[in-house]
T-cell receptor
Framework: QKEVEQNSGPLSVPEGAIASLNCTYS??????FFWYRQYSGKSPELIMSIYSNGDKEDGRFTAQLNKASQYVSLLIRDSQPSDSATYLC????????????FGTGTKLQVIP | DVKVTQSSRYLVKRTGEKVFLECVQDMDHENMFWYRQDPGLGLRLIYFSYDVKMKEKGDIPEGYSVSREKKERFSLILESASTNQTSMYLC????????????FGPGTRLTVL
């Protein structure tokens, strides 16, 4: 079982719709979770971090965390073509070494 | 703004050459990381450092070494480059205690012929 799992996609949504990206993880002791956006040919860019169960909103982005189910999601409201990118889920190890494991990413395509 | 820079965007080397990849951050971060990114495999951690002269192996350290002589600089060394080390190399840094929000450099695409 992979430590951090994401559907590779592509996930295609029409412009203006809600995009829902999902991630599951195996380390039950993890406390910190991150979403990165990576445009083609560019490096990852941090867009959201979440540490507590529930929702965290930042503009059009909402991160959701359910530690009991070991599940993290990212919702993008009013999706724009500029949101087309690969979204990486990252989970910090519980071992205390500040290490993070990344999922392989979900490619999102927003269709105009 | 956090700024992480890498010495080269593109690099072409021959098999057996010694290769140095340099990373510099200007935010006084304690932690620095080297990853490689390959299609279908995602980001994989090679080495990381949580302090000057300190280093820890990541998930795929074989064939690599690192050096951190100053807090702002973290170097990745390929002692004898091989074709299977052709990849995108990404450096990142984070602040101790800031829940490890990592900031990435632009990456170095290394091709080993």
């Amino acid at each position: 079982q992979k430590e951090v799992e994401q559907n590779s996609g592509p996930l295609s949504v029409p412009e203006g719709a809600i995009a829902s990206l999902n991630c599951t993880y195996s380390d039950r002791g993890s406390q910190s979770f991150f979403w990165y956006r990576q445009y083609s040919g560019k490096s990852p860019e941090l867009i959201m971090s979440i540490y507590s169960n529930g929702d965290k909103e930042d503009g059009r982005f909402t991160a959701q965390l359910n530690k009991a189910s070991q599940y993290v999601s990212l919702l993008i409201r009013d999706s724009q073509p500029s949101d087309s990118a690969t979204y990486l889920c990252a989970v910090e190890h519980s071992g205390g070494y500040q290490k993070v494991t990344f999922g392989t990413g979900t490619k999102l395509q927003v269709i105009p | 703004d956090v700024k992480v820079t890498q010495s080269s965007r593109y690099l072409v080397k021959r098999t057996g050459e010694k290769v140095f990849l340099e990373c510099v951050q200007d935010m006084d971060h304690e932690n620095m990381f080297w990853y490689r990114q390959d299609p279908g495999l995602g980001l994989r951690l090679i080495y990381f450092s949580y302090d000057v002269k300190m280093k820890e192996k990541g998930d795929i350290p074989e064939g690599y070494s690192v050096s951190r002589e100053k807090k702002e600089r973290f170097s990745l060394i390929l002692e004898s480059a091989s074709t299977n080390q052709t990849s995108m190399y990404l450096c990142a840094s984070s602040s101790l205690g800031e829940a490890n929000e990592q900031f990435f450099g632009p990456g170095t695409r290394l091709t080993v012929l």
